[in-house]
């Protein structure tokens, strides 16, 4: 038995917190994650540093805001001078692992797989599973020959071609290649995986620790949840004619999945899209009910720290855009996050104040023993502190940043130029948490001043009526933006791209 604790570091891509169930959704979509959280710690007010996928996880592997860390474009990686969190693990003598369906993380040689012993990618025409080293000889040399020699001409192709990625944004071709290289991963095979790699690891008697990372992108565009999944979680739809043809619309027309709604949705086309979503978290919440049940009956749980968060959220029409490309709201950006730790005394009560999930950098290594900066001494970033209801050292003083995608600003230039001046598409949105109030700002123009106890959706506007707190809350990012430009080391690096997913990256417009 390892002497140290092991570490699961689950990400829900694209989690709406709003709606799962142990946070108050009416709907009973997340019945697993809702046995698990009892005998854990929910924070009530987590907040995204960043509103996409990229930024977001540089930030939670980092311990940085996207201003200091860099990484803030698909065609960029971390510096060197940025250490993540599988690195510090690894060089403890941690076994490092990761089981990943997301291809921006899991594809992308952007820095996020530093540090790991392994990565698996379920992302891909031909993913790469555990049980690839249990294949034969000459399987392992046609998955090798497939990805060389067909899958990364094929990526190479659509990389250079404006043509090709014009043609796969067309909807008659988006259901073949969200298909074709499993554009969602597989969540069962990943947890199946991560399941048997886990019992193996103890089994062999290994002495090393293990930190396991995994992410999961069920909840993720295009939605497709099991029909009975649908007709439990949203009944209703079954009597709305029109749900099935719009759903297969709106999943083929990926140009809109990052986009502004122009035009708005109509009622029941946001109902509609609303249930097919909550079936897919629904879905994704009952494959997860197997890793929750085996963690306990193998008595795995009793030394194995687990972290639940969400890297963003998703628009549904709400305040006008769709996916997570441009803006901080709410919906993007106030994330679920779940703490559980075998030797911590659980606090009943959830966390109310605001916190930053990049901290869960500082969480993981104090979690791990560590403390590799002496400087920066881990336990100030650290919430393990919160799970037994210790004061907040940061105050609730939290940022998010949101720099726009120039590859999404490319898809809004070809489908509507004319939305990008008029919603200030191309410049950088921030909001600024204290206490019950958010600023959003877009450069350094107030978009909004919010009560978020008694306006959690950020319907009215207070900044008209309350000068003087914005007046203060501008000088607190100011503050916040400065301290993270200072310690910037340098800009990031140019990144490599595996060709042979790079069809469906630029086919969401992720990468030119």
Same mark, same amino acid.
């Given at each position: 038995?390892?002497?140290?604790?092991?570490?699961?570091?689950?990400?829900?891509?694209?989690?709406?917190?709003?709606?799962?169930?142990?946070?108050?959704?009416?709907?009973?979509?997340?019945?697993?994650?809702?046995?698990?959280?009892?005998?854990?710690?929910?924070?009530?007010?987590?907040?995204?540093?960043?509103?996409?996928?990229?930024?977001?996880?540089?930030?939670?592997?980092?311990?940085?805001?996207?201003?200091?860390?860099?990484?803030?474009?698909?065609?960029?990686?971390?510096?060197?001078?940025?250490?993540?969190?599988?690195?510090?693990?690894?060089?403890?003598?941690?076994?490092?692992?990761?089981?990943?369906?997301?291809?921006?993380?899991?594809?992308?040689?952007?820095?996020?797989?530093?540090?790991?012993?392994?990565?698996?990618?379920?992302?891909?025409?031909?993913?790469?599973?555990?049980? %690839?080293? /249990?294949?034969? &000889?000459?399987?392992?040399?046609?998955? @090798?020959? !497939?990805?060389?020699?067909? *899958? +990364?001409?094929?990526?190479?192709?659509?990389?250079?071609?404006?043509?090709?990625?014009?043609?796969?944004?067309?909807?008659?071709?988006?259901?073949?290649?969200?298909?074709?290289?499993?554009?969602?991963?597989?969540?069962?095979?990943?947890?199946?995986?991560?399941?048997?790699?886990?019992?193996?690891?103890?089994?062999?008697?290994?002495?090393?620790?293990?930190?396991?990372?995994?992410?999961?992108?069920?909840?993720?565009?295009?939605?497709?949840?099991?029909?009975?999944?649908?007709?439990?979680?949203?009944? %209703?739809? /079954?009597?709305? &004619?029109?749900?099935?043809?719009?759903? @297969?619309? !709106?999943?083929?027309?990926? *140009? +809109?999945?990052?986009?502004?709604?122009?035009?708005?949705?109509?009622?029941?086309?946001?109902?509609?899209?609303?249930?097919?979503?909550?079936?897919?978290?629904?879905?994704?919440?009952?494959?997860?009910?197997?890793?929750?049940?085996?963690?306990?009956?193998?008595?795995?749980?009793?030394?194995?720290?687990?972290?639940?968060?969400?890297?963003?959220?998703?628009?549904?029409?709400?305040?006008?855009?769709?996916?997570?490309?441009?803006?901080?709201?709410?919906?993007?950006?106030?994330?679920?996050?779940?703490?559980?730790?075998?030797?911590?005394?659980?606090?009943?009560?959830?966390?109310?104040?605001?916190?930053?999930?990049?901290?869960?950098?500082?969480?993981?290594?104090?979690?791990?023993?560590?403390?590799?900066?002496?400087?920066?001494?881990?336990?100030?970033?650290?919430?393990?502190?919160?799970?037994?209801?210790?004061?907040?050292?940061?105050?609730?003083?939290?940022?998010?940043?949101?720099?726009?995608?120039?590859?999404?600003?490319?898809?809004?230039?070809?489908?509507?130029?004319?939305?990008?001046?008029?919603?200030?598409?191309?410049?950088?949105?921030?909001?600024?948490?204290?206490?019950?109030?958010?600023?959003?700002?877009?450069?350094?123009?107030?978009?909004?001043?919010?009560?978020?106890?008694?306006?959690?959706?950020?319907?009215?506007?207070?900044?008209?009526?309350?000068?003087?707190?914005?007046?203060?809350?501008?000088?607190?990012?100011?503050?916040?933006?400065?301290?993270?430009?200072?310690?910037?080391?340098?800009?990031?690096?140019?990144?490599?791209?595996?060709?042979?997913?790079?069809?469906?990256?630029?086919?969401?417009?992720?990468?030119?």
């Amino acid at each position: 038995m390892p002497s140290k604790l092991n570490i699961l570091f689950i990400v829900l891509d694209t989690m709406r917190r709003d709606r799962l169930s142990t946070y108050g959704h009416n709907r009973e979509t997340s019945p697993q994650l809702d046995e698990f959280a009892r005998d854990a710690v929910r924070f009530d007010r987590a907040v995204a540093p960043a509103q996409w996928t990229i930024p977001s996880h540089a930030s939670m592997f980092t311990g940085l805001y996207p201003s200091t860390h860099g990484l803030t474009q698909a065609d960029g990686a971390l510096a060197p001078s940025y250490p993540v969190v599988a690195e510090h693990l690894h060089r403890a003598g941690y076994h490092t692992v990761a089981f990943c369906n997301n291809p921006l993380v899991g594809v992308l040689n952007n820095g996020l797989q530093r540090g790991f012993d392994r990565f698996y990618n379920y992302a891909s025409a031909a993913p790469f599973r555990p049980v %690839e080293a /249990r294949r034969g &000889k000459l399987q392992q040399e046609a998955l @090798r020959l !497939f990805r060389r020699h067909l *899958a +990364r001409p094929i990526g190479n192709q659509f990389a250079h071609s404006d043509f090709l990625f014009r043609m796969s944004l067309n909807p008659v071709f988006v259901p073949l290649w969200t298909r074709l290289i499993n554009y969602k991963g597989n969540t069962a095979h990943s947890i199946d995986d991560l399941v048997d790699y886990w019992a193996r690891h103890q089994a062999g008697g290994a002495e090393q620790p293990l930190f396991a990372f995994l992410n999961l992108m069920g909840s993720h565009l295009p939605y497709n949840p099991p029909r009975d999944v649908l007709d439990r979680v949203a009944p %209703e739809l /079954r009597q709305e &004619k029109q749900a099935y043809p719009f759903m @297969r619309r !709106f999943n083929s027309e990926a *140009a +809109r999945w990052a986009s502004p709604t122009i035009p708005p949705l109509e009622d029941w086309e946001r109902a509609t899209l609303n249930g097919f979503y909550d079936a897919e978290v629904a879905h994704q919440d009952a494959q997860l009910g197997k890793l929750f049940g085996w963690l306990k009956q193998s008595g795995t749980l009793d030394n194995t720290v687990v972290v639940i968060v969400a890297d963003h959220g998703e628009g549904h029409g709400d305040h006008d855009f769709f996916g997570h490309g441009f803006v901080v709201y709410q919906e993007l950006v106030h994330v679920p996050l779940i703490i559980r730790h075998p030797h911590h005394r659980v606090n009943s009560q959830p966390v109310t104040e605001p916190v930053s999930t990049r901290r869960l950098y500082h969480t993981l290594l104090e979690a791990a023993g560590l403390q590799p900066d002496e400087a920066a001494p881990v336990s100030e970033g650290s919430l393990l502190p919160l799970l037994s209801g210790a004061p907040d050292g940061e105050a609730g003083i939290v940022m998010s940043e949101a720099f726009p995608p120039l590859t999404f600003l490319n898809v809004i230039q070809h489908r509507d130029s004319a939305l990008i001046p008029k919603l200030s598409l191309h410049g950088v949105r921030r909001g600024l948490y204290h206490g019950q109030h958010k600023l959003a700002v877009v450069d350094q123009r107030v978009e909004g001043l919010f009560d978020l106890n008694n306006d959690p959706t950020e319907t009215h506007n207070l900044a008209a009526a309350q000068p003087s707190t914005v007046s203060t809350l501008q000088r607190q990012l100011a503050t916040l933006v400065s301290r993270a430009e200072s310690r910037r080391s340098q800009t990031a690096v140019p990144v490599t791209v595996d060709d042979s997913v790079v069809d469906h990256l630029r086919a969401l417009g992720y990468i030119e």
